[in-house]
């Protein structure tokens, strides 16, 4: 069974930090490039950031730009999301995926023209920044 497991999420206040998690499973994690979702209330699912450690790179969405940080646990099928320097409008549920490793920067709308979609999912995990 596919599984994408995130944790870390909670309560922060603003200026601290949080790092997720997101532990795979079910398919062969060399083969994928791994992304972040978040959503917030009443907003559209963005793309944060993506990283492939086949195809050597990693992408930022301008709102995460020098505060995220991706990484990726080859050994332990796990990726982590760094989250420093945290704000209000960063609160949002957080999302795993992992897609193509070709077609992931666009599938997350990172690279225009965004198409193509994440092949898996997981459930997300809640991130809120108290002001």
């Known amino acids: 069974e596919v599984q994408l497991v995130e944790s870390g999420g909670g309560l922060v206040q603003a200026g601290g930090s949080l790092r997720l998690s997101c532990a795979a499973s079910?398919?062969?994690?060399?083969?994928?490039?791994f992304g972040w979702f978040r959503q917030a209330p009443g907003k559209e699912r963005e793309g944060i950031s993506c990283?492939?450690?086949?195809?050597?790179?990693?992408y930022y969405a301008d709102s995460v730009k020098g505060r995220f940080t991706i990484s990726s646990d080859n050994a332990n099928d796990t990726v982590y999301l760094q989250m420093d320097s945290l704000k209000p409008e960063d609160t949002a549920v957080y999302y795993c995926?992992?897609?193509?490793?070709?077609?992931?920067?666009?599938?997350?709308?990172?690279?225009?023209?965004?198409?193509?979609?994440?092949?898996?999912w997981g459930k997300g995990t809640l991130v809120t920044v108290s002001s």
């Open positions: 990283i492939s450690s086949a195809d050597g790179y990693t």
């Open positions: 079910g398919f062969r994690f060399d083969d994928y490039a």
């Open positions: 995926a992992a897609g193509d490793h070709f077609t992931t920067p666009q599938a997350m709308g990172l690279v225009r023209p965004a198409r193509y979609e994440m092949s898996y």
